[in-house]
């Protein structure tokens, strides 16, 4: 059963950067899948920010594409995401979860989620 | 405003079939295969149906999926109240080249 757990801080500044690691367990990143990130503000919908794949190739959200970047560390079997210059928009609960691709594009793992909050 | 549009509320008896639709493009739904996720309040979501129509193990056969040109629907039969979520439903997006998810709808069991 493969595993997903986010961590970072859970309150950043406005105009701050926001990052977030996700740990995988009980699957290699090295081994396949692509790794996204999506993140859900607080009573609404999901919104799809990037993903990753083992080689460092990404996708992001058009929308958010000039303030994120996702990273892999194979090393650790973790990718991270940084999203800059944040505002009070991007408020959310972060998930980070496996993408099957393959002209499939589900996300079949999930992390628990972790509430970022931005105030000063 | 999500790329593609589910009604935002759903409601059935105990025991009744209900479907929840999704309508898109021909740049998301129109080209590639759709995926419904299901979610309870404070928890991740969780992969209902893949690939159109697909169940992962475990999922109940009471859930189906279905897509037609450029829109799909979960249906969900014999309702019980433990499938009070929201669901979403979600696709790649050939246009945005990302994927791109439902504004979601809110099942309540009556």
């Known amino acids: 059963q493969v595993q997903l757990q986010e961590s970072g801080p859970g309150l950043v500044k406005p105009s701050e950067t926001l990052s977030l690691t996700c740990a995988v367990s009980?699957?290699?990143?090295?081994?396949?899948?692509?790794w996204g990130w999506i993140r859900q503000p607080p009573g609404k919908g999901l919104e799809w920010i990037g993903n990753i794949y083992r080689s460092g190739s990404t996708d992001y959200n058009p929308s958010l594409k000039s303030r994120v970047t996702i990273s892999v560390d194979t090393s650790k079997n973790q990718f991270s995401l940084k999203l800059n210059s944040v505002t009070a928009a991007d408020t959310a609960v972060y998930f980070c979860a496996r993408m099957n691709g393959g002209n499939f594009y589900y996300f079949d793992y999930w992390g628990q989620g972790t509430l970022v909050t931005v105030s000063s | 405003q999500s790329a593609l549009t589910q009604p935002p509320s759903a409601s059935g008896t105990p025991g009744q079939r209900v479907t929840i639709s999704c309508s898109g493009s021909s740049s998301n739904i129109g080209s590639n295969t759709v995926n419904w996720y299901q979610q309870f309040p404070g928890t991740a979501p969780k992969l209902l149906i893949y690939s159109n129509n697909q169940r992962p193990s475990g999922v109940p056969d009471r859930f189906s999926g279905s897509k037609s040109d450029t829109s799909a629907s979960l249906a969900i039969s014999g309702l019980q109240s433990e499938d009070e979520a929201d669901y979403y439903c979600?696709?790649?997006?050939?246009?945005?080249?990302?994927?791109?998810f439902g504004g979601g709808t809110k099942l309540t069991v009556l």
């Open positions: 979600a696709a790649w997006d050939d246009s945005l080249n990302g994927v791109v």
């Open positions: 009980d699957y290699s990143i090295s081994s396949g899948f692509f």
